[in-house]
């Protein structure tokens, strides 16, 4: 019974090895336990020690304490060819140097030629150090003094206490990125740029102007991990000038810390109801953060300022009722947390108790590394749910809740089994969660998958095959994101004309779009003149890419063979031409290199004008609509998934028959495209979680 209560490819596997560090199984860990855990490197430490042993070093001594005393609990990684692979970002810089400026697809192509010569097929493992066999008494105390400096040269420290100094501006790494000597440089490169804040002694302000400038560092970009595959270091960020979410957050940490600003690196292990993880930086200064706290209501809320990339809402873009949206689709604003944690200098008591206690082969990796602190309450309006473990898991000790994921359920949070119980605090809600054992690189289901909604109450699924579903429409693999959405926004009120004098001037129109359209769309032309000249044009000084069609099709009459012709128009920027809107394929779209005011056609040739009798267009989109040609396949959970078949879509959506109810559904596309999200149907409806 469950109860609840208010409250590449290669280097993609050794990424995620080299992530996170284990923790050390020793309880009570005292300071002479981690000098002597040093091995041969306790004399390097024990210089630090003896180097603040004057009256008036106390702080600094204490300081250096905490540092040694937690450090047995961090390494990093080394390599040979993890150097060679580091070229990649001394080229960046010197093509940088030569031609001042060097854009993200540059760089990629750097990443494409150097991982070719290095063969990165060939890969090697690398090998691991843990920081107190390796850290020198210069580095350890070099870290320390600049730390200090910037602490309390600033005029936005004096509110900081000590204890909020040493996790959150002390500490010599912030996660298990290559130590280097990061300090001086980054205080030299900032702090007078920090002084420069409006309101330099508010600790707020100081750190919403340093976000600020810092957004101009360093490139965002997803794909970079392609080309090298490990943790970035500063040197890394700093010559390279790109990074992904993980690297520029901790870039931008490292930077706050750097001049004295507590800064935290928060880690959203998986969200809610989308793939993929995010990482945040988070403002630490003691006092409350509850007037930030929000829930994961799919609402009309911003919640930017706190969570990058939490809410897709935009409060000054269109926002769709239902009367404007096709029938069964609705558009998610929010992306739901049901975890968030912070990467710690110091260890969690929580997760060190379960390394202590459970076998490792029944702890994941994400939750060998003690150095995370829930922190969900930081951000959300959580819940608690306790619920009984069946006999059978009971051996496993601790069990996990996990969300779901294309490439398997993915954990987001762990605890103990304790008298057959297992109690989980600080939940998101609006989350579907999967209960799950972990042995040796599988995760085992112990019960059904279940929806944690704002009020507490639990919604299992679990199939029932005595009441089917007897035919079921399906329209997508994955839910409408605002970000998606706002595309149709940007193509109401534009129009189709038809002409015979190349400067349109005795163009007329021949169709207009008075909704908000979505996926491809069709108008009929009632027009019975013939034209040579046809074009597409967007609304009058439109905004928000309202420049931007995904497709256009015209069609003559008596015939279903789409048009050619030259193409007329305005340019479109690289890789989005004009030929894109004409190529047949919804996922590629043209884009105005004028920004506004731009217009795309074809021109037929002399002697070829045509009555036209219909038009296909199609705004830019996210292809997660069913997609003619392509193949699907239907699953559902049933303790795994469950294949009802496939199919190749004829049209834009797929009918599927006698499908069971209350379980989860998971369409996958087997033609391409990795955007997919379990659902369920409720009266015919794709209800997305």
Known sequence: MMLSKKSTQNLHLLFICLVLTSCQRKADITLQNSLDLA???????????????????????????????????HEGYSSQQINEYERVFSVIDTQRNLKKLVSDENKKSI????????NSSDFQPVTTMRDDQLITANYLINNIEFAFKAWKKSPWGKNITFKVFCEYILPYRVRNEKLESWRPALFMNNFSTALKADKNTDLNSVHDYMKWKMGFDVSFTNGFENYFPFPQSIGNLVQGK?????????????????????????????????????????????????FLITNDNNVKINTWSFVDFSSEYAPERHHFTLKELPTNLYVNYVRTIPKIYRYMYSQDSALVNINQTVPRDFIPEEFQNCNLKDVTDEYLKCAFITFDVKPEFQKYKAIYLCAFDISGWKPVAATKITNHFADFEKLGCYTVYLPAVYDKGKYISTGDPFYLDSLNIIRKFRKDLRSRQKSVELTRKAPMYSYTAFHSETLKNGHFEGANKPDFSDAEVIATIDYYPFYMNEAKVKNDKLFRYLRYVPPPNGSWEADNIAEVQFFSQNSENVLAGKYIGTEGVDGHGIEKAFDGDITTFYQNANIKNGWIGLDLGEGHQKKISKIKFCPKNDSNCIIPQNEYELYYWDGKWISLGSQRAVDYQLTYKN??????????????????????????RQLWW
């Open 39 to 73: 091995g041969s490197n306790k004399k390097e430490l024990q210089k630090v020690l003896d180097y603040y042993a004057a009256p008036g070093d106390s702080l600094k001594r204490k300081a250096a304490e905490f540092l040694i005393l937690h450090m047995h609990a």
């Open 111 to 118: 990443g494409d030629s150097l991982s070719k010569i290095l």
């Open 242 to 290: 790109i990074g992904g979410c993980e690297a520029t957050t901790y870039y931008a940490t490292a930077a706050l810390r750097s001049v004295g600003i507590p800064a935290a690196m928060d880690y959203i292990p998986h969200w809610g109801n989308a793939n993929s993880k995010h990482w945040l930086t988070h403002l630490v200064n003691g006092k409350s953060n509850k």
């Open 659 to 684: 499908l069971p109810s209350n379980c989860l559904f998971w369409l996958k596309c087997k033609s391409g495209g990795v955007e997919e999200r379990i659902f369920s149907v409720e009266n015919g």
